[in-house]
């Protein structure tokens, strides 16, 4: 009885809380149960300054409005009092699953319990949906004991089938739609994970506990709707809209962005948003819109629109050429009048202008820089899904990349009665080197110095593979000074993470919210627009700063003994 009164008292803690570059810190902590009571205390209870919680394996990372918010969160964290126990007040889900998985046999093997075995075992337990990551609705569940734990497939899959029910070291989850994954599949559900069409498109978020139930019947998924994953704006245009802007061309790539679904990790959802804000910005305010009015985020050039009504446009971001022409010159594709006297025009950058019914602006290649944003005066009313219209290249939320002969309709969205006066523009990356700021953390004890040094000491290249979700850097790779994997936990715009072949993916706006990678440094959040225009084929220097946030170099000898310890890594 006194051994139970002892065990009853103990107190837990936050072991200790490390620097996630300027506006987030990452709290360790020993166990899923004390994540589980953190990341209730801090959404029942928000620190000062707080934005979003996520839990992961071992950690919650903070994110805070500014700096000094999150200057002062170290100190609020270590004196918490996790000991209170958690409160499930996420309901239960019950989810009818067929166990015929492909792995199930070796996921017997495995446990030593038999294909009944784990069907007994996954069924007769409840599972509490611990935290989120890799795509929206896939939730990391803990079960009630660990006779289920098992390791990843040595060779991932392509494609995992949505709706398979699989196991990864002592998680289960249900993949919410088809992708990659490397977890063993035991099963198979038609329970829709993930909805948009419901006021809580999660069908089980953190909190939730989840009952399995084996059911005989063939179970077929729901087909998927394009409303449930993405709004496209060819929607926009089947209102008929009678005022916008019809796609010409939309060069490499164009997308609808605005500021940014923010407050959703618990739920998988990455914020997505404008890469370069200062010029998402700039451009609505040229045209008097609210600053987080939706645009189109436009690369290397290329875009073409035509005018469907009279529009006012302004162009911020990459300095390009941009040149109107005529409805006729448009049509013929003539540069001039036959006498010679020419109806194509050029509008300077960062300067409001008039788009008349009919004319057509085309942007050419960027002078420097890589992003361009077009604003028109209203916004381009695309239907917002989780309260903002930008499209999340990752995950497939919002509207589809633009496409030739797509009409996007002007919305109401203006906060001023006039334009803006033309603005000066920063100067853009060229062809020269691009320093970045970096705080370094929170997994900078992964690499010993000599590594520290060869991240700052080089100038990295851009590889043509980066994309929204990250930059991936070419040149002398990193070598950790750790073995062993990191359990996940979550991850910022900007995380400079290492995988092991030692080469750098700069993390930007449509990251995946989670990642089991060690991250070296985080690029401060003022210069993360400047990182999104850095070009294909462009080189970054990394540059110290020192540490903003409190990172104690105490550490108890628990949390010691944790961090030796190899563990899976957690992911898909």
């Given at each position: 009885?006194?051994?139970?009164?002892?065990?009853?008292?103990?107190?837990?803690?936050?072991?200790?809380?490390?620097?996630?570059?300027?506006?987030?810190?990452?709290?360790?902590?020993?166990?899923?149960?004390?994540?589980?009571?953190?990341?209730?205390?801090?959404?029942?209870?928000?620190?000062?300054?707080?934005?979003?919680?996520?839990?992961?394996?071992?950690?919650?990372?903070?994110?805070?409005?500014?700096?000094?918010?999150?200057?002062?969160?170290?100190?609020?964290?270590?004196?918490?009092?996790?000991?209170?126990?958690?409160?499930?007040?996420?309901?239960?889900?019950?989810?009818?699953?067929?166990?015929?998985?492909?792995?199930?046999?070796?996921?017997?093997?495995?446990?030593?319990?038999?294909?009944d075995g784990v069907i007994e075992a996954h069924s007769g337990q409840v599972w509490t949906v611990a935290f989120a990551g890799f795509a929206p609705g896939f939730g990391y569940m803990v079960g009630e004991n660990q006779v289920l734990e098992v390791p990843r497939r040595s060779s991932?899959?392509?494609?995992?089938?949505?709706?398979?029910?699989?196991?990864?070291?002592?998680?289960?989850?249900?993949?919410?739609?088809?992708?990659?994954?490397?977890?063993?599949?035991?099963?198979?559900?038609?329970?829709?994970?993930?909805?948009?069409?419901?006021?809580?498109?999660?069908?089980?978020?953190?909190?939730?506990?989840?009952?399995?139930?084996?059911?005989?019947?063939?179970?077929?998924?729901?087909?998927?709707?394009?409303?449930?994953?993405?709004?496209?704006?060819?929607?926009?245009?089947?209102?008929?809209?009678?005022?916008?802007?019809?796609?010409?061309?939309?060069?490499?790539?164009?997308?609808?962005?605005?500021?940014?679904?923010?407050?959703?990790?618990?739920?998988?959802?990455?914020?997505?948003?404008?890469?370069?804000?200062?010029?998402?910005?700039?451009?609505?305010?040229?045209?008097?819109?609210?600053?987080?009015?939706?645009?189109?985020?436009?690369?290397?050039?290329?875009?073409?629109?035509?005018?469907?009504?009279?529009?006012?446009?302004?162009?911020?971001?990459?300095?390009?050429?941009?040149?109107?022409?005529?409805?006729?010159?448009?049509?013929?594709?003539?540069?001039?009048?036959?006498?010679?006297?020419?109806?194509?025009?050029?509008?300077?950058?960062?300067?409001?202008?008039?788009?008349?019914?009919?004319?057509?602006?085309?942007?050419?290649?960027?002078?420097?820089?890589?992003?361009?944003?077009?604003?028109?005066?209203?916004?381009?009313?695309?239907?917002?899904?989780?309260?903002?219209?930008?499209?999340?290249?990752?995950?497939?939320?919002?509207?589809?990349?633009?496409?030739?002969?797509?009409?996007?309709?002007?919305?109401?969205?203006?906060?001023?009665?006039?334009?803006?006066?033309?603005?000066?523009?920063?100067?853009?990356?060229?062809?020269?080197?691009?320093?970045?700021?970096?705080?370094?953390?929170?997994?900078?004890?992964?690499?010993?110095?000599?590594?520290?040094?060869?991240?700052?000491?080089?100038?990295?290249?851009?590889?043509?593979?980066?994309?929204?979700?990250?930059?991936?850097?070419?040149?002398?790779?990193?070598?950790?000074?750790?073995?062993?994997?990191?359990?996940?936990?979550?991850?910022?715009?900007?995380?400079?993470?290492?995988?092991?072949?030692?080469?750098?993916?700069?993390?930007?706006?449509?990251?995946?919210?989670?990642?089991?990678?060690?991250?070296?440094?985080?690029?401060?959040?003022?210069?993360?627009?400047?990182?999104?225009?850095?070009p294909i084929g462009g080189s970054i220097r990394f540059r110290r700063v020192p540490e903003q946030t409190p990172s104690p170099e105490q550490k108890t000898?628990?949390?010691?003994?944790?961090?030796?310890?190899?563990?899976?890594?957690?992911?898909?």
């Open positions: 009885m006194e051994a139970v009164a002892m065990e009853t008292l103990s107190v837990h803690k936050v072991l200790s809380v490390r620097p996630v570059g300027t506006r987030a810190v990452l709290a360790e902590l020993s166990g899923t149960q004390d994540v589980l009571a953190l990341q209730t205390l801090l959404l029942e209870s928000p620190l000062p300054g707080q934005v979003d919680v996520l839990a992961a394996a071992q950690t919650v990372m903070v994110r805070a409005d500014s700096p000094a918010a999150a200057r002062r969160m170290g100190s609020f964290l270590l004196d918490l009092d996790l000991t209170a126990p958690v409160k499930q007040d996420g309901g239960l889900v019950f989810i009818d699953t067929v166990y015929d998985g492909e792995d199930l046999a070796e996921v017997g093997r495995l446990t030593g319990l038999g294909t991932p899959r392509t494609a995992v089938p949505a709706g398979s029910v699989a196991l990864a070291g002592n998680y289960s989850a249900v993949y919410p739609r088809r992708s990659p994954g490397g977890w063993q599949l035991i099963g198979r559900t038609g329970a829709r994970m993930w909805d948009l069409s419901r006021s809580e498109p999660a069908l089980a978020s953190p909190g939730h506990r989840v009952q399995f139930r084996a059911v005989r019947d063939v179970v077929t998924m729901a087909p998927e709707h394009a409303a449930s994953e993405a709004v496209t704006a060819t929607e926009v245009s089947a209102r008929e809209a009678a005022s916008g802007l019809r796609i010409v061309s939309p060069g490499l790539q164009s997308l609808i962005q605005d500021l940014g679904r923010h407050g959703h990790s618990a739920l998988g959802v990455s914020a997505a948003g404008a890469l370069d804000r200062a010029s998402l910005r700039r451009a609505n305010r040229l045209v008097g819109n609210n600053s987080s009015a939706a645009a189109i985020e436009s690369v290397a050039g290329g875009l073409k629109v035509q005018a469907v009504g009279d529009q006012v446009l302004a162009v911020a971001g990459a300095p390009s050429e941009l040149t109107i022409a005529s409805p006729s010159d448009a049509e013929s594709g003539s540069d001039a009048d036959s006498d010679g006297t020419g109806r194509q025009r050029t509008v300077p950058m960062a300067t409001p202008f008039a788009l008349l019914d009919g004319e057509t602006l085309t942007l050419g290649a960027p002078e420097a820089g890589f992003r361009s944003y077009l604003a028109v005066r209203g916004g381009v009313d695309a239907a917002p899904v989780l309260g903002s219209r930008s499209t999340d290249t990752m995950s497939g939320i919002g509207p589809a990349p633009l496409a030739a002969g797509q009409l996007l309709a002007s919305g109401d969205v203006t906060e001023s009665g006039v334009v803006g006066d033309p603005e000066l523009q920063p100067d853009f990356p060229g062809e020269g080197v691009t320093v970045l700021d970096i705080v370094l953390g929170p997994r900078a004890d992964w690499f010993d110095e000599s590594a520290l040094d060869s991240l700052c000491g080089q100038d990295w290249v851009v590889k043509p593979q980066s994309n929204r979700v990250g930059m991936r850097l070419d040149g002398t790779p990193l070598e950790r000074g750790r073995q062993g994997e990191l359990p996940s936990e979550g991850t910022v715009a900007g995380a400079i993470q290492v995988p092991p072949e030692g080469l750098p993916v700069l993390f930007l706006a449509d990251h995946p919210i989670t990642g089991g990678y060690p991250v070296i440094g985080v690029v401060v959040d003022h210069q993360l627009d400047l990182a999104a225009q850095v000898s628990e949390q010691t003994s944790t961090e030796q310890t190899s563990q899976e890594k957690v992911s898909n």
